[in-house]
């Protein structure tokens, strides 16, 4: 029996969500930028108990403590909203996953809520793996799902790897994904989800997400978008038809680079088989909740509040970001040592005309500068050089602003060879697969001016023409040593 106390904390915690969810209401009414810059965190909630903290104040501590025993039981059986724990939930975490759940679903009048991880490799885990069970009692059949094969290098990995060859769970692979009937032709009774990335990391594939998740729900499944490169600036995938989004946080939304961060945003009511009702109804809920708290992958409240200050002028930045990019991919499109260029905002892009059919600048209809939508096409993109696999490398060597690393989303523009780093641990073959040959290199457009990344670039490309350049030399180089060499970023 619940002692009486029990049911005044619980009395009051309905009032208090009740007021939240009226909060969110009001929220949802704003401008794209208005939400992002406040989210769910409100005027009174600072005045009444954060001390008028105007930002996010840092919960930075494990646990909640509470009033008495009746409080606790209530709180740990999940009767009134608590964090008790932080690998659960915390204040701080709430605040981003509020306003990811509302920027997700903008536009739309669809429910949304989120769960955010300490990566966007956690985030794909706990996507994915809960569809990927044997219910008590059901016989044990054999799993597949169907996912494009060009993904991000650890995605790559995540699924070849953790999932088919250590689990046994067939990944088919769409390789053409603007192919209906593929997708379709990879669809049995043991398929459990749909998986897509776009526009994909580091070719840009798009494809149709409407057609795809029709196609999905026609089957009694979900459709899982990783939308880590449009960020819902450009691109709100859920307003597609999908069920679920995946963000690797890190990247764009977190522009900064303080740190490293995922979330799962999910719509109410899924489209799935599995026979789990909580599942169904609030997925990202339900991960936090259950599967999640008892694996782990949570977030630390510091990056969360780091990521949420990224968050507010997202729109801004990404606007910006694309405009640069767009200007840096004709630099590149008309130069003799460039053999191709892949950025949906060329014409010249096989699948320009369906990403400008959806990736659309947030609000740019209200905005003074632009009054109409506008097309933005993110901030990464790829090219080939006209040459071999060392005069790739050459050139990215002579780059001397623009830097290398394994990441992108920075406000500091930055390249890659995919082949020798985030795509190497896939092999000859899985890049074959992918499209990613030797003289690709990817590169993140950041938020310098535009004049100065094309006067690096071209310096760079000038050493196909026998320029050399010192780079800078190994004796200043202090941290090298302690660096694990694994491709990721
Ligand atoms: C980087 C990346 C990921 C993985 O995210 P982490 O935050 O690095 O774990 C997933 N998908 C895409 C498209 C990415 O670029």
């Given at each position: 029996?619940?002692?009486?106390?029990?049911?005044?904390y619980i009395?009051a915690a309905a009032?208090a969500v009740q007021w939240h969810q009226?909060y969110r209401?009001?929220?949802?009414?704003?401008?794209?930028?208005?939400?992002?810059?406040?989210g769910i965190y409100s005027?009174?909630e600072?005045?009444?108990f954060n001390?008028?903290?105007?930002?996010e104040p840092v919960y930075m501590s494990t646990s909640q403590g509470y009033r008495?025993?009746?409080e606790m039981e209530a709180a740990l059986g999940y009767k009134i909203p608590t964090w008790c724990y932080s690998r659960i939930a915390n204040p701080s975490i709430y605040y981003l996953e509020g306003v990811l759940a509302l920027?997700e679903?903008?536009?739309?009048?669809?429910d949304t809520s989120c769960l955010a991880t300490s990566s966007?490799?956690a985030a794909?885990q706990s996507a994915?793996?809960p569809?990927?069970?044997?219910?008590?009692?059901?016989?044990?059949?054999?799993?597949?799902?169907?996912?494009?094969?060009?993904?991000?290098?650890?995605?790559?990995?995540?699924?070849?790897?953790?999932?088919?060859?250590?689990?046994?769970?067939?990944?088919?692979?769409?390789?053409?994904?603007?192919?209906?009937?593929?997708?379709?032709?990879?669809?049995?009774?043991?398929?459990?989800?749909?998986?897509?990335?776009?526009?994909?990391?580091?070719?840009?594939?798009?494809?149709?997400?409407?057609?795809?998740?029709?196609?999905?729900?026609?089957?009694?499944?979900?459709?899982?978008?990783?939308?880590?490169?449009?960020?819902?600036?450009?691109?709100?995938?859920?307003?597609?038809?999908?069920?679920?989004?995946?963000q690797?946080v890190?990247?764009?939304?977190?522009?900064?680079?303080?740190g490293i961060c995922g979330a799962v945003i999910s719509?109410k009511?899924?489209?799935?088989?599995?026979?789990?009702?909580e599942m169904?109804s609030d997925f990202a809920t339900y991960l936090k909740l259950l599967p999640d708290r008892d694996n782990g992958p949570n977030l630390s409240p510091m990056n969360a509040i780091l990521a949420l200050?990224?968050i507010?002028?997202?729109?801004?930045?990404?606007?910006?970001?694309?405009?640069?990019?767009?200007?840096?991919?004709?630099?590149?499109?008309?130069?003799?040592?460039?053999?191709?260029?892949?950025?949906?905002?060329?014409?010249?892009?096989?699948?320009?005309?369906?990403?400008?059919?959806?990736?659309?600048?947030?609000?740019?209809?209200?905005?003074?500068?632009?009054?109409?939508?506008?097309?933005?096409?993110?901030?990464?993109?790829?090219?080939?050089?006209?040459?071999?696999?060392?005069?790739?490398?050459?050139?990215?060597?002579?780059?001397?602003?623009?830097?290398?690393?394994?990441?992108?989303?920075?406000?500091?523009?930055?390249?890659?060879?995919?082949?020798?780093?985030?795509?190497?641990?896939?092999?000859?073959?899985?890049?074959?697969?992918?499209?990613?040959?030797?003289?690709?290199?990817?590169?993140?457009?950041?938020?310098?001016?535009?004049?100065?990344?094309?006067?690096?670039?071209?310096?760079?490309?000038?050493?196909?023409?026998?320029?050399?350049?010192?780079?800078?030399?190994?004796?200043?180089?202090?941290?090298?040593?302690?660096?694990?060499?694994?491709?990721?970023?």
């Amino acid at each position: 029996m619940t002692a009486p106390t029990t049911n005044r904390y619980i009395e009051a915690a309905a009032k208090a969500v009740q007021w939240h969810q009226e909060y969110r209401i009001r929220m949802r009414s704003c401008r794209f930028d208005t939400i992002a810059v406040h989210g769910i965190y409100s005027m009174q909630e600072a005045l009444d108990f954060n001390q008028g903290s105007i930002i996010e104040p840092v919960y930075m501590s494990t646990s909640q403590g509470y009033r008495d025993s009746d409080e606790m039981e209530a709180a740990l059986g999940y009767k009134i909203p608590t964090w008790c724990y932080s690998r659960i939930a915390n204040p701080s975490i709430y605040y981003l996953e509020g306003v990811l759940a509302l920027l997700e679903g903008f536009g739309t009048d669809i429910d949304t809520s989120c769960l955010a991880t300490s990566s966007g490799m956690a985030a794909i885990q706990s996507a994915t793996d809960p569809f990927l069970i044997t219910l008590p009692g059901q016989p044990a059949k054999p799993m597949n799902f169907v996912a494009t094969a060009q993904v991000y290098g650890g995605t790559y990995q995540q699924f070849s790897v953790r999932k088919q060859q250590e689990r046994n769970i067939e990944w088919r692979k769409v390789i053409h994904s603007t192919d209906l009937n593929e997708w379709e032709s990879l669809i049995d009774e043991n398929t459990r989800f749909l998986y897509g990335e776009l526009p994909s990391n580091p070719c840009l594939a798009f494809f149709d997400i409407r057609a795809v998740a029709d196609l999905a729900h026609k089957y009694g499944l979900p459709l899982i978008i990783d939308s880590t490169v449009a960020t819902p600036a450009l691109l709100r995938p859920l307003a597609h038809g999908a069920d679920i989004v995946v963000q690797s946080v890190t990247k764009s939304l977190f522009s900064s680079g303080f740190g490293i961060c995922g979330a799962v945003i999910s719509k109410k009511d899924i489209t799935t088989s599995i026979d789990i009702p909580e599942m169904k109804s609030d997925f990202a809920t339900y991960l936090k909740l259950l599967p999640d708290r008892d694996n782990g992958p949570n977030l630390s409240p510091m990056n969360a509040i780091l990521a949420l200050n990224d968050i507010r002028l997202i729109r801004t930045k990404m606007d910006l970001f694309s405009r640069s990019t767009m200007t840096v991919a004709k630099f590149l499109e008309s130069q003799s040592h460039v053999d191709s260029v892949n950025y949906l905002g060329l014409e010249s892009n096989d699948c320009h005309e369906l990403a400008s059919r959806d990736m659309v600048l947030v609000d740019s209809e209200f905005d003074e500068q632009y009054g109409k939508k506008v097309n933005r096409y993110g901030h990464l993109m790829s090219f080939r050089i006209k040459g071999n696999a060392k005069q790739t490398r050459d050139v990215f060597d002579a780059l001397q602003m623009i830097w290398r690393a394994t990441d992108l989303g920075r406000v500091k523009s930055v390249a890659t060879i995919p082949a020798i780093s985030t795509h190497s641990q896939q092999g000859e073959e899985g890049r074959k697969i992918a499209g990613i040959p030797d003289n690709l290199i990817r590169l993140c457009v950041g938020g310098e001016h535009p004049d100065d990344i094309i006067k690096d670039l071209d310096r760079a490309l000038s050493v196909l023409d026998g320029k050399t350049f010192a780079v800078s030399s190994p004796e200043f180089s202090a941290g090298g040593a302690s660096s694990a060499k694994l491709g990721d970023g």
